[in-house]
């Protein structure tokens, strides 16, 4: 459950999304790498993300694993309810005091992953299927290090 989550935190992909993903997802781009390109479930709006070696690696680990294989799935994905309940035991166990979700990967994916690493709003926008941009500036919790490094540039410009 562990990785499914690490997995959500590095493409944005929903629960929901990421219970349906297989191998008719994923695509060479014209840079030549791997991209996932999936319809959202909750918008049917086509999501194109390009995959991150981390995000690789799981997909990879995951490639022989007899349910996915008969299923036809990436990942082995549970009930979103036993995934939720699997991530708070995670946890508790870890000293975590957030209330861990698959939700809060999609979160991070939109605020720790891109936006603080310099990720324009607009694709990360385009990445999450978001309809307009109004809905990706609820997750752009934008934080102290973005504001510094952008006002960083424009100092350089003045």
């Known amino acids: 459950m562990r990785d499914v989550f690490v ?10 999304d990421i219970a349906k993903l297989s191998y008719h997802h994923i695509h060479k781009g014209d840079d030549g790498e791997d ?4 319809d959202r479930n909750k918008t049917k709006n086509r999501c194109r993300i390009p995959l991150v070696p981390n995000a690789l690696k799981i997909l990879r680990k995951y490639k022989d694993y007899a349910w996915n294989e ?25 000293g975590i005091k957030k209330n861990l979700s ?11 992953v891109t936006l603080s690493n310099g990720i324009p709003i607009e694709t990360v926008s385009k990445m999450l299927g978001h309809n307009s941009l109004r809905t990706t500036q609820v997750y752009a919790r934008i934080v102290d290090k973005k504001i510094s ?10």
Not at 73 to 85: D, E, F, I, T
């Open 149 to 158: 490094d952008d006002m960083k540039k424009l100092k350089a410009i003045l």
């Open 70 to 94: 008969s299923q036809g799935l990436l990942l082995p994905v549970r009930s979103n309810q036993k995934m939720n309940a699997y991530l708070k035991e995670l946890a508790t166990i870890c």
């Open 102 to 112: 698959m939700h809060v990967a999609r979160h991070s994916f939109a605020t720790s």
């Open 35 to 38: 991209w996932i390109i999936i």
């Open 7 to 16: 997995f959500a935190c590095y493409t944005g992909l929903s629960y929901s």
